[in-house]
């Protein structure tokens, strides 16, 4: 159980276009979907916290024209990397909550998303 | 094989040893924390937590050690196996900030057969 996937796994794209990754919890309902940035050898950088039925909330730092988050369902999140260039190349994970058990806090991660802009 | 974190990023330890990963936490207000290990290529898997009002806890060969007076964290893995080699992070989080995960720097284990 528990199982969150990410489609496109891998997606190549010319600078000056958009791309959107989707996150999905495949079992259980998720209120609250995280999107994460990783540079190689680096850390997690949260970007963004979605929330299902309203805007997201936004990490100081990331321009949220640039990164636009849908979070329009309760299994459905998704981050649009808006005009994309070389510098947005890189490696974006997403998590989800599990609305439906009470006081857990456990995240459930997706497998990532190699982004590379050319 | 023990790592200190920020000073230690890499560990190596042959197999069937113990290895030992560290984490300092920043927020003394967090109340949750977590490992997690990352295989290259792959999002971070779910290994243990711990909340604060415990200070270990024991899971299928590995152990996670709370000391909140030093906001240290560390997370033991026994007989270490070449399959545990990867990237472990820890996270904090508490409840001010929407349980958002505050993020280690993560140590590299490596585990020589």
């Known amino acids: 159980g528990a199982v969150v996937s990410q489609h496109p796994s891998r997606v190549i794209c010319k600078s000056g276009t958009s791309v959107k990754i989707e996150c999905r919890s495949l079992d259980f309902q998720a209120t609250t979907m995280f999107w994460y940035r990783q540079f190689p050898k680096k850390s997690l950088m949260l970007m963004a916290t979605?929330?299902?039925?309203?805007?997201?909330?936004?990490e100081q730092g990331v321009e949220k024209d640039k990164f636009l988050i849908n979070h329009a369902s309760l299994t459905l999140s998704t981050l649009t990397v808006t005009s994309a260039h070389p510098e947005d190349s890189s490696f974006y994970i997403c998590s989800a909550r599990d609305s439906g058990i009470g006081g857990s806090y456990e995240q459930y991660f997706g497998p990532g998303t190699r982004l590379t802009v050319t | 094989g023990e790592s200190v974190g920020l000073h230690l990023p890499t560990l190596s330890v042959q197999e069937g040893d113990n290895s030992i990963i560290n984490c300092a936490y920043s927020n003394s207000a967090s109340d949750y924390f977590i490992w997690y290990k990352q295989e290259s290529g792959k999002g971070p898997q779910f290994i243990i937590d711990i909340r604060s009002n415990m200070d270990k806890r024991q899971g299928q060969r590995v152990t996670v050690l709370l000391n909140k007076t030093v906001k240290h964290l560390s997370l033991q893995i026994a007989a270490t196996q070449p399959g545990d080699s990867a990237v472990y992070f820890c996270?904090?989080?508490?409840?001010?900030?929407?349980?958002?995960?505050?993020w280690g720097l993560g140590t590299s284990l490596a585990v020589n057969p």
């Open positions: 979605s929330n299902e039925g309203s805007k997201a909330t936004y």
């Open positions: 996270a904090e989080s508490y409840a001010g900030n929407n349980r958002k995960l505050i």
